[in-house]
């Protein structure tokens, strides 16, 4: 059974940083491509980010130059840098990983962005 844990939400004002993190547990070989989604409220869930097992990243335009996705493979771990926040990014924020043939999904964490 994979499970996928989540951590790093919360408030932050205007211009901020928060830093998300998932990790991943379970009984697996490896894992390939790595994502995170956000959905706000009313919205559609929208895709943020996602990097390769080979490292290749890519972004939503939104966030492009203020948002780093990275990966650590020894630790089965995904994470999101985001700075200069915006309100616009608040959002519930899901990792999402692709290991074997299936897609797992974190439960969420809230990130607010508010002065």
């Known amino acids: 059974q994979v499970q996928l844990v989540e951590s790093g939400g919360g408030l932050v004002h205007p211009g901020g940083s928060l830093r998300l993190s998932c990790a991943a547990s379970?009984?697996?070989?490896?894992?390939?491509?790595m994502r995170w989604y956000r959905q706000a409220p009313g919205k559609q869930r929208e895709l943020v980010a996602s990097?390769?097992?080979?490292?290749?990243?890519n972004y939503v335009a939104s966030v492009k130059g203020r948002f780093a996705i990275s990966r650590d493979d020894a630790k089965n771990a995904v994470s999101l840098q985001m700075d200069s926040l915006k309100p616009e990014d608040t959002a519930v924020y899901y990792c999402?990983?692709?290991?074997?043939?299936?897609?797992?999904w974190g439960q969420g964490t809230q990130v607010t962005v508010s002065s």
């Open positions: 379970g009984i697996f070989f490896s894992i390939n491509t």
């Open positions: 999402n990983m692709n290991i074997g043939l299936r897609d797992y």
């Open positions: 990097i390769t097992s080979g490292g290749s990243t």
